[in-house]
């Protein structure tokens, strides 16, 4: 697979709910989705994967509730490094597993900024979602100060880098997604330009070839900051952009799955 050979990787579309939706709007957002994605993946329905991040709480409701066939894939927003143990308030790889979750997202600017998570913290626990078979969502994304200093691709190298550092080649396969999340664009309504979103998306691609050969390289790399329906075709145009994570636009269903469509070619 060569880097730009973009009709290969499997699009992900996923939405990350944050801390939003009480359980019955989660039924209901979740509801939404889920009748509406089949219509949105007509199209080509086995070149985009779907999921949606509800809150841990509301997680099991969607599981429940979950269309058949596993089209809608569930992750949770976090997930420990630890698998159980005197850990308040954690949850661990494969209790989401055991409880019907696919997958986790790691490392989201929020948690390192809110919560103190550092590159350490984010190998650690990458590590152990990619050990314990969990679909993983890998963020990394610079702040607005390390763009405007132009140091941007190596302060994601960086976060690459030191994420991966225990990570084996064994573990290296299609349960890892990467999300490059560029912190300035997230929730501000500022989206990368197409060309600077590509950019990024070849440096973290060449990165992993590096490091994890063919591999590593045929990752799917999913763009993450104020994707909207209005922006999405142009962001996937540009190529080396696989899909997105999205955050205000996935609370709204038709705002999603317009999305969606789109990821989808229709
Ligand atoms: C996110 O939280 O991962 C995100 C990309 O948010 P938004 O789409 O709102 O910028």
């Known amino acids: 697979m060569t880097e730009t050979d973009t009709a290969a990787r499997l699009r992900w579309v996923i939405g990350n709910w944050k801390q939003n939706k009480l359980r019955f709007e989660a039924r ?5 989705v889920a009748a509406g994605l089949m219509n949105a993946i007509a199209a080509n329905p086995s070149s985009v994967n779907v999921g949606i991040a509800p809150t841990f709480l509301s997680l099991d409701l969607a599981v429940r509730h979950a269309p058949p066939g596993g089209a809608l ?3 949770a927003q976090n997930v420990a490094a630890q698998e159980s143990g005197a850990f308040t308030g954690e949850v ?6 055991d409880a019907g979750v696919n997958g986790a997202i790691i490392g989201h600017s929020e948690r390192r900024g809110h919560f103190r998570e550092t590159d350490h913290d984010v ?3 990458l590590q152990a979602a990619l050990a314990a078979g969990v679909q993983t969502v890998l963020c990394i994304g610079e702040p ?6 132009a140091t941007h691709e190596s302060y994601v190298i960086s976060q690459l880098s030191t994420a991966f550092s225990n990570v084996s080649h064994e573990h290296i396969n299609e349960r890892l997604v990467i999300a490059y999340e560029p912190i300035w664009a997230i929730g501000t309504g500022k989206v990368a330009t197409p060309t600077e979103a590509s950019a990024m998306h070849r440096s973290i691609r060449a990165w992993m070839g590096e490091r994890f050969g063919s591999t590593g390289a045929g990752r799917s790399i999913l763009y993450g900051g104020s994707v909207k329906p209005a922006n999405a075709a142009g962001l996937l145009a540009a190529g080396d952009i696989d899909g997105f994570l999205v955050g205000g636009a996935s609370l709204d269903a038709a705002s999603f799955l317009d999305i969606v ?4 070619g229709g």
Do not use: N, Q, V, Y
């Open 28 to 32: 209901e957002l979740a509801d939404a």
């Open 261 to 264: 469509r789109t990821a989808a």
């Open 123 to 125: 190998a650690r626990k």
């Open 144 to 149: 607005l100060e390390i763009r405007e200093s």
């Open 92 to 97: 661990g790889p494969t209790m989401l597993l």
């Open 73 to 75: 894939w569930l992750f």
